[in-house]
C-alpha cells in the first residue's frame, strides 16, 4: 500500500470515529437537555419577596411530576378534575389532552367528593387550622388557632384555591404543600396538595368560575369519557 493510500484508509477510519463520537455527544446531550427540562420545571423560583426552593424529584414516584397527558372526557376545558384514588389531579386542556399533576391527599381531602366551583385564589394565602385538625390533634394545631401568615413556613404553600357551592365554602382546598416528599400518598390532614411549583403552575392556569370535579373511591377513568 501506498503512503498516500495508507494516509487515505487512516483519515477514512478517523473520520469514522468522529461521526460515531459526534452521534453519542449528540444522544447524550439530548438526553442531558430532557433531563434539565424535567428538573427545571421544580428549579428555586423566585416568586415576589419569597423564593420557593428547588425540589429534588428523584424520590417521587415518576408518575407524580407535572406532564401533559391523554385525558379524553366530556368535560369542557378548563376543568379540573381531581382523582383521589390515583393521586393525580388533571386540568382539562381539550382535544382529549390534560396537564396532570402529581398529589397528596389529606383527610379532609377525602371528606368532598362531587362537584364544586373555584370562588376565591389566593397568593401566599393565610392558614388555620380546621376545628377537626385541632380536635385530633390539639398538641399540633391549638396554639395555631389564630392562623398562620402566608410564608415558606405555611402548609398552604404559596397558593391556594378555594372550593364553594353556591355561596357556600366546601372548606375543600387544593393548596401547596411544605412537604413534597408526600406527593403520591396519603398524608394527616390538609386537603390536596401539589409540590410548590406545580401549584404555582396550576394557579396561573386556573381562573374563578373554573368547574372542579372531585373523585372519590377507586374510580380513575376521566369523568363523561
Known amino acids: 500500500m501506498t503512503n498516500s493510500h495508507a494516509i487515505l484508509a487512516r483519515l477514512s477510519v478517523i473520520g469514522a470515529m468522529a461521526v460515531l463520537l459526534s452521534g453519542c455527544a449528540s444522544s447524550s446531550g439530548l438526553v442531558e437537555k430532557e433531563i434539565s427540562r424535567t428538573s427545571a420545571s421544580y428549579a428555586q423560583l423566585i416568586d415576589g419577596l419569597h423564593t420557593i426552593p428547588a425540589v429534588d424529584i428523584s424520590g417521587i414516584d415518576s408518575a407524580m411530576p407535572r406532564q401533559r397527558v391523554d385525558y379524553p372526557t366530556g368535560e369542557p376545558a378548563g376543568t379540573i378534575v381531581v382523582d383521589t384514588a390515583a393521586r393525580h389531579l388533571y386540568l382539562v386542556e381539550g382535544g382529549g389532552k390534560a396537564m396532570r399533576y402529581g398529589i397528596g391527599v389529606g383527610k379532609e381531602g377525602l371528606a368532598f367528593a362531587g362537584t364544586a366551583t373555584i370562588k376565591r385564589k389566593a397568593e401566599w394565602p393565610h392558614w388555620s387550622p380546621t376545628k377537626n385538625m385541632m380536635d385530633r390533634e390539639p398538641a399540633r394545631y391549638r ?34 404543600t411544605i412537604e413534597p416528599e408526600t406527593i403520591g400518598g396519603a398524608v394527616s390532614s390538609g386537603c390536596i396538595r401539589l409540590i410548590n411549583q406545580d401549584i404555582v403552575d396550576l394557579y396561573s392556569r386556573v381562573k374563578i368560575g373554573s368547574r372542579v370535579v372531585v373523585i372519590q373511591g377507586s374510580r380513575t377513568r376521566a369523568p363523561d369519557a
Open 143 to 176: 396554639h395555631l388557632a389564630s392562623g398562620m401568615a402566608g410564608g415558606l413556613g405555611n402548609p398552604l404553600g404559596p397558593r391556594a384555591l378555594y372550593l364553594y357551592q353556591g355561596d357556600r365554602d366546601t372548606l375543600f382546598r387544593i393548596h401547596g
